[in-house]
Each structure stands twice: as structure tokens, then as C-alpha cells.
């Protein structure tokens, strides 16, 4: 059979008669489509789309064990100098990698262009991307060797991406230690038919996969075995939208490939603000570790409490991760190895497919799905959970206003420096209510512990008022 009668095949069997029918005409449409695994896209419609049921929760699911470096009840403690130590001398031979996820649309932002871009310092307005650029050569400056840094971007914005990064001269990193790779694709669905929407006629609407794609996408783009080719072993894994992230954390590495751990897949996390906070919850079930989204999480269990009134579901995920180069091989070379998909609905404006016509819908008319990087955790055999300070390490941008808005994360940001610097012994003005009266953005350049400013020339104080990054 022709390529061409065996591709029109698969379509009609998965309820694509309308590309079918449009083969003929449209040679670029088999292009499109030759990525996609048309073979599974049947089951995928009928479980996501045609009958989506409800995620099922295991009956023994219970809270996570924590590590911390807070002696907060219930909560395994450790001993991080000691364990620190083991992760600096891993960063030292070069065995960490930084890997962010930035394929995603950022549509509740509605910033126009990729989230990476996104001008995140109160101050100097410098980009989301300089960010994780300045904490790469803070660590460079500590421990004598900048990691690589590998970063995940989607069709649609990985030439603007690669553009961005060579206009700002990489950020004063080498480009040589620099791999941006853009992620899978999936064929955005009509959400009551299942049938691929068009977004032109003859080209097909696809959305990326999902952060989950990246354990697939760095095999197949060539990153994992550059990783390896350069002794690589483990990799720092976030996320594009927070300015804050400890990119580079021996305490973290440490606890990763200790006894406690498989130094497969391991997490950080805090503890959720309220009860409904849009956080997925680390839990655990048949000792194995892992993260239900907030919107699968019953309201029972998202409020249940303890005797001493902290929440039992607790433990929120904040999306950072080790991942072991390894198990991303295993996983890559595992015929089984599929994390789950997951269904969203969204707006996504097409052409009727019958008559061509342009359609500029007003409710989702989609299902995107999409696979999550944290449904990896339960193929971890041992995986550990370690809990950070919120004010220290998660100050998101994900929405235009409110909660994890740029405002708020400014805020973060400046509570987070004026704290540190006040340590360091640099007096702060503050309002009535203890806010500071100032704007700091601190670089991670300068500091991403506050322990690191004792290296650093302080002023004595910071002015009412003042804007000041340092
Ligand atoms: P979000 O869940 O915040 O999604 O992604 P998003 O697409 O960026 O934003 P909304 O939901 O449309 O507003 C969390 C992280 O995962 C990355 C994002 O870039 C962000 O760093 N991501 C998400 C990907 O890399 N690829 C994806 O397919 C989805």
C-alpha cells in the first residue's frame, strides 16, 4: 500500500474523514501529520473526549514524607551541611545539568511573547531567561564551573527563542553550554466531535504536549546524549515562570542521590497557603511517590486537617525537580514507558473544516491534551520530597493580575531580599504593617542564599522609597 492510502487509512479509522478526504490536495498536510501517532489517537479521543471520566484515586492514598531544613513536626529531618556536601562535590566535577521547561502558551499571562521574555525585575525589568542566565553564573562564580543549561521551547516560539538568546549575547553565557530544543505536538481536538481541528485550511491546530513531553523530547532531540557525552548525571528541572528558583542547589542534589533516594525523580515542595491553593499535592500510594492536581483532588481531602489544624494534604508541588540522566534513559528506552495524557479545555480559533469559513469561538471548543512531568514520579523506585521556604524560592508569573501576577511576584521578590539584606545587617524601611517601604530586585547573580551576601559589599541602609537592584 502507498504511503499515501496507508496515511488516508489510519485517518478514516480514527474518525479524520475530513483529512482524509483532503489528502489529495493539501501534500503538506501529510507533513503535519507524520509526527503524530495516529495509530493511538482513536483510544485517546474516545477515553478524552467522547466519554472523559473522572481520574480514579487510589483508596491508600496518604500524605508524602517530607525532608526539611525547618524542624517542622512530622517532617523527616536531616542534616544539610552534611548532605550539601555531597552535592557540591557533584556540581564541582560537573555532574549537574539546569533544564528549563518554557514550550508552554502562557495564555493566562497574555503577555505577548514566549513567558521567557517576560520583563520579571521590579528594577531593571530584565527578562525571566536572565534570571536563570544570572543564577547559572552566581553558581558558576561559587563553585568554579557554570552548568549547562538545556532549555525546552515549543515550534512556535523556539526561533524566536534561539533569536532572543542571541540578541542578548546568551546573557553572558557560552553559547557552548547552551541547548534549546523545541518539544512535541499534539493535534488540538473539536471537543464534541474528537475530529483535528484546522487552524488554515490544509494545516492542522496542534498545541504542545506538555511539560510531561520533555522526558521524551530530550531523547529525541539529541539533548540527553550531549548530557551524557559530557558526563552529566542529573538535572535541575524548572519551570520558565519563577524569577526566584534555587537553580542550583547542592542541599536539594544531595538529599537526591542519598541513601533515602533512588536519585531517579526527586521534588521540592511547600506547604499549601489554603486549603483550595492551585497547587498539585505530593502524595503517596503503594510506597510509591506522587503529585494530584488540584483540580483532581477532592474538596474532602484538599480540606481535611490534622488535630493540630495544618492541612493533612499539605505538601504542594512547586514544579522543581531532579531527574537522573539515567532514568530518562530508562524511561526513553522502556517500549512501554507513556505517561498518562491529560484533557483541557480551551479556546483554540480555526476554519470549519465543510466550508472553510473562519471560526473566532468564545467558549473552549477544544480538548488539548497533555502529559505532566510529575506523573514520572511513581516510575522512581525511591523518590524523596523536600521541603523549601515559599518566600525563598516561589515567587510564579502566571497570571496577568492577583495571585502569581508579575505584582505579586515583585513582592515576593522584594519581602525575600529585604529580609536577607536585614540579616546581613542593612537597615530596611518598612510601613506600619512591617511591608518593605523599597523596591529590591536582588540578582541570583548576587545571591540566591543569604548566606551568600556576607561575600558582598552591602550599603548601610535602603532609602524610603528607594528602587535599588543589586
Ligand atoms: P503552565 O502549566 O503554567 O502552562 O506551564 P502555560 O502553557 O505556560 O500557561 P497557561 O496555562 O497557558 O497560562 C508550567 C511550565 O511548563 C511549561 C511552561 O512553559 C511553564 O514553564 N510547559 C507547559 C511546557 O514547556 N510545555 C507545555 O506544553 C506546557
Redesign the pocket.
Known sequence: MSTHAQLERQLRACGQDHLADSLGSNPALADQLAGIDLASLAALIEKHVRRPDQPTLATDLAPVECFSTVTTPGRQVFDPAAVARIGDRLIRAGKLAAFT?????????GFDGP?GFFPAGAVTGKPLFAFFADALLGAGDRFGLVAPWYV?T?TRNHQQTVAFFKEHNYFGLDPADLFLFP?GEMPSLDIRSGRILLAEPGRIATN????G?SLRALHRSGALADMIARGIEHISYF???NPIVRVIDPVFLGLHVGEHSSAEMSSKMVPKAFPDERLGVFCQTQGRTQVIEYTDLPDSLAHESLPDGSLRFSAGSI?VHLIGVEFVQRLNTDPDFQLPWHRAEKIVPCVDPDTGSRLNPFAPNAVKL?QFVFDALPLARRSIVLETSRQDEFAPI?NATGIDSAESSQRIQTARAADWLEAAGVAIPRTADGTPDCVIELSPRTASKPEHLAAIDLPDAIAPGQHIAL
Not at 208 to 211: S, T, V
Open positions: 521547561v518554557a514550550g508552554g502558551q502562557g495564555t493566562r499571562l513567558k525546552m515549543s518539544q504542545p504536549d506538555g511539560h513531553g519551570q520558565v515562570d514544579a497533555e502566571k
